[in-house]
């Protein structure tokens, strides 16, 4: 059996036997309750949480979304029984030989781990497309792999772990998830010098866009958002233009600043249908549509737009593929306005203002949950 290192001055016997995590019952019935400290297998890490951004798709499958629950034209997906929460940072307190080498971490680092825990046996694993696996097994949403809103959780063997600075705020580091998602969403969307970007929303994934697209050097960064001080933010996070859309036409404004022919890319990170259609309608023929958001119901949109009218390049962007890295170092660069994202950090046993706080999406930004 693999040796087990513990974090510098701890032990084995200085670990807790019970903690606090939040347990999903069914929708709109998550409660706090006393549980078992889970214990590391071989090849597996023991990490104690130290953050937990609360995201949009926590807030979906709270609510009962068909998207986590499912409903007559789909199963279910999310499982009850389960701890929630798969943005997240933690320091590493117990891991094995096994384990380390293959992480290339050891016992006291800080880690993030992305939020899929890919198979590595189906088709899409096989061909590197791990975000993507078959099973589909993610933090958060099932048994099998428990999530953070906890004070300990569990990486298994087939986790995709990153080393982070601890030189950083626990709520800055557990934004490396929704940062990654951003970027990739980036990525698709195959950036040009000379493009006209448009960034739908300047929550926490759009700022993540927006500061990604900032970094590829277009032409012009365009966010829109209802909010003031989030199309400030935005500003901060890299975007050239901004424009209220409770105010103003954006569609209008965008053909105007186009020569009337409209944004080549469009970033959709709001999960509101109406984003859906604004974006169809403001981006040129032959433009490309990035669809990230997760959304609460189906939506309904004029297809012949994307075909016969403007002949649209529509793409889907899925978690963070490839990204990590990338968001990290973004991160650790303080080149990001982190204390003014994440707005909201909670102890545990205050999960459920901080659901409710993401629902208002007035007076937050990110909101994390700090457990230990």
Same mark, same amino acid.
């Given at each position: 059996?693999?040796?087990?290192?513990?974090?510098?001055?701890?032990?084995?016997?200085?670990?807790?036997?019970?903690?606090?995590?939040?347990?999903?019952?069914?929708?709109?019935?998550?409660?706090?309750?006393?549980?078992? &400290?889970?214990?590391?297998?071989?090849?597996? %890490?023991?990490?104690?949480?130290?953050?937990?951004?609360?995201?949009?798709?926590?807030?979906?499958?709270?609510?009962?979304?068909?998207?986590?629950?499912?409903?007559?034209?789909?199963? %279910?997906?999310?499982?009850?029984? &389960?701890?929630?929460?798969?943005?997240?940072?933690?320091?590493?307190?117990?891991?094995?030989?096994? +384990?380390?080498?293959?992480?290339? &971490?050891?016992?006291?680092?800080?880690?993030?781990?992305?939020?899929?825990?890919?198979?590595?046996?189906?088709?899409?694993?096989?061909? @590197? /497309?791990?975000?993507?696996?078959?099973?589909?097994?993610?933090?958060?949403?099932?048994?099998?792999?428990?999530?953070?809103?906890?004070?300990?959780?569990?990486?298994?063997?087939?986790?995709?772990? $990153?080393?982070?600075?601890?030189?950083?705020?626990?709520? $800055?580091?557990?934004?490396?998830?929704?940062?990654?998602?951003?970027?990739?969403? &980036?990525?698709?969307?195959?950036?040009?010098?000379?493009?006209?970007?448009?960034?739908?929303? %300047?929550?926490?994934?759009?700022?993540?866009?927006?500061?990604? +697209?900032?970094?590829?050097?277009?032409?012009?960064?365009?966010?829109?958002?209802?909010?003031?001080?989030?199309?400030?933010?935005?500003?901060?996070?890299?975007?050239?233009?901004?424009?209220?859309?409770? /105010?103003?036409?954006?569609?209008?404004?965008?053909?105007?600043?186009?020569?009337?022919?409209?944004?080549?890319?469009?970033?959709?990170?709001?999960? $509101?249908?109406?984003?859906?259609?604004?974006?169809?309608?403001?981006?040129?023929?032959?433009?490309?549509?990035?669809?990230?958001?997760?959304? @609460?119901?189906?939506?309904?949109?004029?297809?012949?737009?994307?075909?016969?009218?403007?002949?649209?390049?529509?793409?889907?962007? $899925?978690? @963070?593929?490839?990204?990590?890295?990338?968001?990290?170092?973004?991160?650790?660069?303080?080149?990001?306005?982190?204390?003014?994202?994440?707005?909201?950090?909670?102890?545990?046993?205050?999960?459920?203002?901080?659901?409710?706080?993401?629902?208002?999406?007035?007076?937050?930004?990110?909101?994390?949950?700090?457990?230990?």
């Amino acid at each position: 059996m693999a040796e087990i290192a513990t974090a510098p001055g701890a032990s084995a016997s200085d670990l807790p036997t019970e903690m606090q995590a939040v347990i999903v019952h069914g929708p709109e019935n998550y409660q706090l309750e006393t549980v078992a &400290v889970p214990r590391a297998g071989a090849g597996e %890490a023991l990490v104690k949480v130290e953050a937990v951004g609360i995201c949009a798709s926590d807030l979906k499958a709270y609510h009962g979304a068909a998207k986590f629950w499912g409903d007559e034209n789909r199963p %279910a997906w999310t499982e009850t029984e &389960v701890t929630p929460g798969h943005e997240f940072v933690g320091i590493i307190v117990e891991i094995d030989d096994e +384990a380390s080498g293959r992480w290339n &971490v050891q016992a006291g680092d800080r880690v993030v781990a992305e939020q899929i825990v890919p198979c590595g046996e189906c088709r899409y694993c096989l061909r @590197g /497309e791990y975000w993507m696996c078959g099973p589909h097994i993610m933090f958060g949403f099932k048994r099998k792999t428990p999530g953070a809103m906890a004070e300990y959780m569990v990486f298994p063997k087939e986790a995709r772990v $990153h080393k982070i600075s601890k030189d950083i705020p626990p709520a $800055h580091a557990a934004f490396a998830e929704p940062l990654s998602c951003a970027l990739h969403a &980036v990525e698709r969307g195959n950036i040009k010098f000379e493009d006209v970007v448009v960034v739908a929303g %300047a929550g926490p994934i759009g700022l993540g866009m927006i500061a990604g +697209a900032a970094a590829k050097n277009p032409a012009a960064v365009i966010a829109l958002d209802m909010a003031p001080a989030k199309l400030e933010l935005a500003r901060k996070c890299g975007a050239t233009h901004t424009i209220n859309i409770a /105010e103003q036409d954006a569609v209008q404004i965008i053909k105007d600043m186009t020569d009337g022919y409209g944004a080549d890319v469009y970033l959709e990170g709001t999960g $509101h249908p109406s984003a859906v259609k604004q974006g169809l309608n403001l981006l040129r023929k032959l433009g490309t549509y990035v669809e990230y958001s997760v959304f @609460g119901s189906d939506v309904t949109v004029d297809w012949s737009i994307i075909s016969d009218d403007k002949e649209l390049n529509v793409l889907g962007a $899925h978690l @963070g593929p490839n990204c990590w890295p990338a968001a990290i170092r973004m991160i650790e660069s303080g080149k990001l306005p982190l204390d003014e994202i994440c707005t909201h950090q909670l102890p545990i046993s205050r999960f459920q203002e901080g659901l409710d706080l993401v629902a208002d999406g007035k007076s937050s930004i990110k909101v994390s949950l700090l457990p230990g």
